[in-house]
């Protein structure tokens, strides 16, 4: 069964220093998402992604977050300077043609100390 | 703007019995749709069920179902048959039903299947 793929599964890294996530989609999908999860609270939406460019983003993503489908396999989310705030799980998914089908990562845990 | 609502933050219920949770959206559309995930201990997001609101019979997936209730902006989920693989976190979800949009996620509701 195809599945979304997310690397590193857990990354430390210190305040003020740049994280890239990644993540490989599922190959013939066309929307792409990050969304990030906050210890015990909800999943929130970040950003969606379509035709090379951002669709919608949250007012979580601000100017230190981008996206990338550098190589139109990976699917990037780069945090510039990370704050203590920005750790929590992140999650990558994709869907098709059937919008509304849309398949998660297993996540990435980022703990910024 | 969409909210999602689930009022139960932690349920629990007895192998093989029925459990419900409960799910309310706040929404202006029309045409939506409507979903539960399954996020267990691993922490990976699920798919359980899925429902489309132009459609008015409820959705069933095997031991899972739904009570959609258009008007009362209600989605709620049945779990019948309850098995130790069901404790996980349950998140309600909405999407609109344009290409590409976002999920909005209820708050989640923690259910334990106890043996």
Redesign the interface.
């Known amino acids: 069964e195809p599945e979304v793929t997310q690397t590193p599964s857990h990354q430390v890294t210190q305040m003020g220093q740049e994280v890239i996530l990644r993540c490989v989609p599922i190959s013939n999908h ?2 792409f ?1 990050w ?1 990030r999860q906050i210890l015990g ?5 970040l950003v ?1 992604f ?1 035709n090379n460019e951002i ?2 983003k ?1 007012e979580i993503f601000d100017d230190q977050f981008s996206v990338e489908r550098p190589d139109g396999s990976n699917f990037t989310l780069k945090i510039r300077s990370t704050k203590l705030e920005d750790s929590a ?1 992140y ?1 990558c ?1 994709s ?1 098709g043609p059937l ?9 990435t ?1 980022l703990t910024v100390v | 703007a969409q909210t999602v609502t689930q009022s139960q933050p932690e349920m629990s219920v007895q192998e093989a019995e029925t459990v419900t949770l409960s799910c309310t959206y706040d929404t202006s559309e029309n045409n939506y749709y409507l979903f539960w995930y399954k996020q267990p201990p691993s922490r990976q997001m699920i798919l359980v069920i899925r429902q489309e609101a132009y459609k008015q019979q409820n959705a069933t997936e095997n031991r899972f179902s739904v009570n959609f209730q258009k008007a009362a902006k209600s989605f709620s989920l049945k779990i019948s048959d309850s098995q130790l693989g069901d404790t996980a976190m349950y998140f309600c979800a909405f999407m609109k039903h344009n290409t590409g949009n976002q999920f909005y996620f209820g708050t989640g509701t923690s259910l334990t299947v106890i043996p």
């Open positions: 066309l929307y998402y969304y609270q909800k999943v929130e939406f969606s379509y669709s919608e949250s799980m999650f998914a869907s919008v509304w089908e849309a398949f998660f990562g297993q996540g845990r």
